[in-house]
């Protein structure tokens, strides 16, 4: 029989492994990676650096080890290069590998702007360990960095670095931060907390150009004005990774699209993680992830079970202002309404009957996620 294989060693991947190891200890499993495979916590990556942890200290279990505790052939730093679906193989540089089911934990890259100028190769980006490590190295100690994106990752790396010490800038062509996740009222508290904790603002500025001068950099805005910087670390989103399934034929729309059983425009075919659109959603969070995992490996196994979502908190890990989202389901209608307490602050997106649809906290008010959560709509059911 020939092996269920798993594509990728993130959170998607090692999930759904160690969820279909729950349920049959004996089907062959293969796992691919074009990286280290070390199991790791992504979210760590934006607060690693106060804490001081190089790359090699943020990997929880090296790949050997995984190898063991999954029963699995592990094929580590080995990109998928083509993947035919009427033959059940996929191509992994020089090997054929074939499959009875495969699961697409793909990830994403990260969006580069397009920039002018002789710097533009210098932007970094935070996406993995390997990116990590370069970062570390490549920004020095103490020196100026600037921030693209004033996002969930961006604002988490700009108060980490100005935590370990570095001169911090923070762009974004928005007026707020987190202007996706958070209402104005708590976003203006999110950014006077970063600018008391040494973060300057750029906001509603676009980045245009990036230009050497000297030994430092040049980061040019569209409205003429400029700042210096010795690096520029960019956190403007992420592309689910789709070209592997597109070109194999697989229905591909932001993500590669599934159903809610995981299940791709092929039946042997899965995804999940950030490379899946599922039903319609790309969800690219720790939480979604670990619910698809589990929903997959039922499936994987031969019971098939749709994932159904509860109420999804993301914790943004800014210790200037700790702060909790469960963002409202997209498409909901409602409008937010704004309590401010003793040391925080709580919104509440509710609908025209006042049922709670999303919220938000800052400060103290973040002890109330328990509670909210409690009445928050059910999980849609399987
Ligand atoms: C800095 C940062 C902080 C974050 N903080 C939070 C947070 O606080 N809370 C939260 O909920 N979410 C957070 N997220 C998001 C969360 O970490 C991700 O949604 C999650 O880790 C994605 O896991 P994944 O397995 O889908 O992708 P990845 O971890 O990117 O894994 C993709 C895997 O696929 C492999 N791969 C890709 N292409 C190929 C190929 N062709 N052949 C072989 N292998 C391939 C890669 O090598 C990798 O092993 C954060 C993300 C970042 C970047």
Redesign the pocket.
């Known amino acids: 029989m020939n092996p269920i294989v798993i ?8 999930n759904t492994a160690r969820e279909l190891r729950k349920l049959d200890r004996e089907v062959p499993l293969v796992i ?4 280290a ?1 070390g199991f790791y ?3 760590m ?2 607060n690693a650096l106060a804490a001081g942890k190089t790359a090699h200290q943020l990997v929880i279990k090296a790949a050997a080890a995984m190898r063991e505790e999954l029963r699995a052939t592990l094929i580590e730093r ?4 083509a993947l035919d679906a009427a033959t059940h193989r996929i191509r ?1 540089d020089a090997r054929d590998i074939a499959y009875s089911k495969l699961v697409l ?4 890259d990260p969006i580069r702007l397009a920039l002018a100028g002789d710097g533009a190769g210098a932007v970094m980006s ?3 360990l390997d990116d990590y490590a370069r970062f570390r190295a490549g920004i020095g100690a103490g020196r100026r960095v600037a921030v693209l994106g004033a996002g ?2 961006g604002c ?2 700009a108060n980490d670095l100005a935590l370990a010490g570095y001169s911090v800038d923070v762009a974004d062509i928005a007026d707020q931060p987190l202007a996706r996740l958070l209402p104005p009222g708590l976003a203006d508290a999110m950014r006077d907390a970063l600018a008391a904790a040494g973060v300057r603002w750029h906001l509603g500025k676009r980045a245009a150009a990036l230009n050497k001068r000297g030994a430092a950099l040049l980061l040019c805005f569209d409205d003429g004005t400029e700042i210096e910087t010795d690096s520029v670390l960019s956190a403007v989103g ?1 592309a689910p ?1 789709t070209s ?1 399934a597109r070109i194999a034929g697989l229905a591909v729309n932001r993500g590669i699209v599934v159903d809610r059983f995981l299940r791709s425009s092929d039946p042997d075919i899965y995804a ?4 899946a659109e599922v039903d319609r959603q790309v969800l ?4 979604p ?1 670990m619910h698809a995992s589990r929903a997959l490996a039922c499936t994987l196994t031969g019971k098939d079970k749709a994932v159904a979502y509860p109420a999804m908190p ?4 800014t210790p200037a202002l700790p702060t909790v989202v469960c963002a409202p389901a997209p498409g909901a209608s409602g409008s937010w309404q704004i309590e401010t307490l003793e040391g925080g602050a709580a919104a509440r997106y509710v609908d025209g009957a006042g049922r709670l649809l999303g919220f938000a906290l800052t400060g103290a008010a973040c002890a109330m996620k328990n509670r909210l959560l409690t009445e928050m709509p059910p999980a849609r059911p399987d």
Do not use: H
């Open positions: 594509v990728g060693t993130g959170l998607a991947g090692y691919v990676s074009a990286d495979a916590s992504k979210p990556l934006s080995t990109s998928v290069a992994a934990a793909l990830g994403a935070v996406n993995d969930l990752i988490e790396f992420l990774r592997l999940l993680g950030d490379c690219p969070f720790v939480m992830i993301v914790v943004v890990k």
